[in-house]
């Protein structure tokens, strides 16, 4: 069984970079693509990248496309999201998340951690 644990997040002046990585544990996390997410208060969780399990593909929302960036190193079990001239409307908690494909669909995806938060002031 594969478990995400999530850390990076904190608060961040609008136009700032935030790293998060996403920590797996399990010999078979090469095997999964992975998720982001995120979810702001009153909100629905969203779809942000995904990244294929040998990081070959990656997907990115439109909201986020061309200022985010994800990337894995199976080596050292760890999935990153880079994140570059954040937004207010950016700040939510973020979710990495393990599936068998790529996917932008939350259910598609069966293994979550638990979340950090992202704040950005304006």
């Known amino acids: 069984q594969v478990r995400m644990v999530e850390s990076g997040g904190g608060l961040v002046q609008a136009g700032g970079s935030l790293r998060l990585s996403c920590a797996a544990s399990g010999r078979t996390f090469s095997n999964y693509a992975v998720g982001w997410f995120r979810q702001a208060p009153g909100k629905e969780r969203e779809f942000v990248a995904t990244?294929?399990?040998?990081?070959?593909?990656?997907y990115f929302a439109d909201s986020v496309k061309g200022r985010f960036t994800i990337s894995r190193d199976n080596a050292k079990n760890t999935v990153y999201l880079q994140m570059n001239n954040l937004k207010p409307e950016d700040t939510a908690v973020y979710y990495c998340?393990?599936?068998?494909?790529?996917?932008?669909?939350?259910?598609?995806?069966?293994?979550w951690g638990q979340g950090t938060q992202v704040t950005v002031s304006s």
């Open positions: 990244i294929s399990w040998n990081g070959a593909r990656t």
């Open positions: 998340a393990a599936a068998g494909i790529s996917s932008s669909n939350p259910r598609e995806y069966n293994i």
